[in-house]
């Protein structure tokens, strides 16, 4: 049974830092793309935004205009986990921040791109979210 678990979320001053974990279970970090999407509040539809995206194969990663030079992926293959590392946090990152996954079939940057990360039904696995709060 896949899961994924999202989890260190909280209450940090604009400005400040947190980082994400994504433990999964069920199958292994290989040959899968990992990416982490966000919803913020005042969004009460389905659409998630499309952060970041890390593929296992190599190891590479992409960001969304929106992460890039704040966020970075990470992976620690011992515990089976991806983070997130967030800095300099802005009040518009408040939301809930969700890893999602799928196994790759043909091409990972099909997965692991800007078009990837704008289709997140294309991710077949995902964690129940963490909320993120970036207030003073």
């Known amino acids: 049974d896949v899961q994924l678990q999202a989890s260190g979320g909280g209450l940090v001053q604009p400005g400040g830092s947190l980082r994400l974990p994504c433990a999964a279970s069920?199958?292994?970090?290989?040959?899968?793309?990992i990416a982490w999407f966000r919803q913020a509040p005042e969004n009460t539809g389905d659409w998630r935004e499309g952060l970041s995206c890390f593929k296992t194969e190599d190891g590479s990663t992409y960001y969304a205009d929106s992460a890039k030079g704040r966020f970075a992926m990470s992976r620690d293959s011992a515990k089976n986990t991806v983070y997130l590392q967030m800095n300099s946090l802005k009040p518009e990152d408040t939301a809930v921040y969700y890893c999602?996954?799928?196994?790759?079939?043909?091409?990972?940057?099909?997965?692991?791109?800007?078009?990837?990360?704008?289709?997140?039904?294309?991710?077949?696995?995902w964690g129940q979210g963490t909320l993120v709060t970036v207030s003073s």
């Open positions: 069920g199958f292994t970090l290989g040959d899968v793309v």
């Open positions: 999602a996954a799928t196994r790759v079939a043909g091409d990972p940057d099909y997965y692991c791109s800007g078009f990837g990360l704008n289709h997140q039904a294309l991710y077949d696995y």
